[in-house]
């Protein structure tokens, strides 16, 4: 008896803690970032505006977000031994151009 109605109690528990209930909604995080290595110069056709992008050389590594039609923007980094230089373009069809360099 005493038994059940630790079981009982346990089960009434749970369901006062919503455990068990509706599952959780969450909402998705931002896009990983895209890393390229240097050198490297690409075009991407659709990027998501404010996404991260890398630049890494060496195990120094740059970064920029992906700026809004007909806009650039760039970053660098400097080493001891090594630099890396990302140079975001993005053109007024909305593509981007990505220039990775040392």
Do not use: W
Request: glycine share 12%.
């Amino acid at each position: 008896m005493r038994t059940t109605a630790l079981i009982l109690t346990a089960v009434a528990g749970l369901a006062l803690a919503g455990c068990g209930g509706d599952p959780k909604r969450s909402t998705p995080g931002p896009p990983a970032p895209m890393t390229f290595t240097a050198p490297t110069t690409t075009t991407i056709a659709n990027p998501i505006e404010g996404q991260a992008m890398r630049c890494t050389n060496h195990g120094v590594s740059s970064g920029a977000y992906v700026p809004s039609a007909g806009h650039g923007v760039s970053g660098a980094a400097d080493g001891t031994k090594a630099s890396a230089i990302l140079t975001l373009t993005r053109h007024s069809d909305g593509s981007l151009a990505v220039s990775c360099t040392p």
